[in-house]
T-cell receptor, first 116, second 108 residues
Framework: DGGITQSPKYLFRKEGQNVTLSCEQN?????MYWYRQDPGQGLRLIYY???????QKGDIAEGYSVSREKKESFPLTVTSAQKNPTAFYLC????FGPGPSYNEQFFGPGTRLTVL | GQQVMQIPQYQHVQEGEDFTTYCNSS?????IQWYKQRPGGHPVFLIQ?????EVKKQKRLTFQFGEAKKNSSLHITATQTTDVGTYFCAGNTGKLIFGQGTTLQVKP
C-alpha cells in the first residue's frame, strides 16, 4: 500500500525545544515538500527537495531545517528560532515521471504541533 | 511576489444549491491544480488543467481554466453534504503556489 506517512499525528513541545517531524514515502517520488497550514490560510511552502542530498528554501524557511539523506525520507526540524511554531505541518511528494499521476502532489496525513 | 488569490474564503449553502470558487493569479500559469481537504484531513488532488480555456468535469464538479491562463474556477452543481471541506487551487509557475482556500459548508 503506497503512500506518505507522517508521525506523530499530534505533538506537544515546550517553548525553546527543537522538534523533528518525520515524513516517509514509498511512492518512489523524487520530489518532497514541507508545508505549514494555519487556520484560514492556504499552504505555505517551508522547504522542498527535488533530489537526494539537495534541498531548497521555500517561502517561510526561517526557523526550520531539513535533510534529505534518503529518497524515502524528508524530516523537518522546527528549531527554537521559529517564533510561532504551533501549526499543522503537511509533507507531500510529487511524481515528475510519465503516467496518470504526473505532477500531482500526494500529501501525508499531517502533524499538528503545539508548542506550550 | 507571485500570488494566487482565491475567493470567497467561506461559503455556506443549502444542500442542493450550487457553489463556485474562483482563483486569480498575478502571473501566467503553466497549469493549475485543484485539491480538496476534508475537515481534519489532508489535501487530496482533484484535477490538473493545462490548456488555455480548458474545461473538465468530474460528475457534479466543473473546472475551468481561463483563456489567459491566469484564472480558474471550480463549480459544484447541486451540493451534497459530502462536498463539505476546503477547496484549494494551486497555480504552477515552476513551483506550486496555493490559494488561501474556500471552505464550503453545506446545510442538510
Amino acid at each position: 500500500d503506497g503512500g506518505i506517512t507522517q508521525s506523530p499525528k499530534y505533538l506537544f513541545r515546550k517553548e525553546g525545544q527543537n522538534v523533528t517531524l518525520s515524513c516517509e514515502q514509498n511512492l518512489n517520488h523524487d520530489a518532497m515538500y514541507w508545508y505549514r497550514q494555519d487556520p484560514g490560510q492556504g499552504l505555505r511552502l517551508i522547504y522542498y527537495s527535488q533530489i537526494v542530498n539537495d534541498f531548497q528554501k521555500g517561502d517561510i524557511a526561517e526557523g526550520y531545517s531539513v535533510s534529505r539523506e534518503k529518497k524515502e525520507s524528508f524530516p523537518l526540524t522546527v528549531t527554537s528560532a521559529q517564533k510561532n511554531p504551533t501549526a499543522f505541518y503537511l509533507c507531500a511528494s510529487r511524481n515528475f515521471g510519465p503516467g496518470p499521476s504526473y505532477n500531482e502532489q500526494f500529501f501525508g496525513p499531517g502533524t499538528r504541533l503545539t508548542v506550550l | 511576489g507571485q500570488q494566487v488569490m482565491q475567493i470567497p474564503q467561506y461559503q455556506h449553502v443549502q444542500e442542493g444549491e450550487d457553489f463556485t470558487t474562483y482563483c486569480n493569479s498575478s502571473t501566467t500559469l503553466s497549469n493549475i491544480q485543484w485539491y480538496k481537504q476534508r475537515p481534519g484531513g489532508h489535501p487530496v488532488f482533484l484535477i490538473q488543467l493545462v490548456k488555455s480555456g480548458e474545461v473538465k468535469k468530474q460528475k457534479r464538479l466543473t473546472f475551468q481554466f481561463g483563456e489567459a491562463k491566469k484564472n480558474s474556477s471550480l463549480h459544484i452543481t447541486a451540493t451534497q453534504t459530502t462536498d463539505v471541506g476546503t477547496y484549494f487551487c494551486a497555480g504552477n509557475t515552476g513551483k506550486l503556489i496555493f490559494g488561501q482556500g474556500t471552505t464550503l459548508q453545506v446545510k442538510p
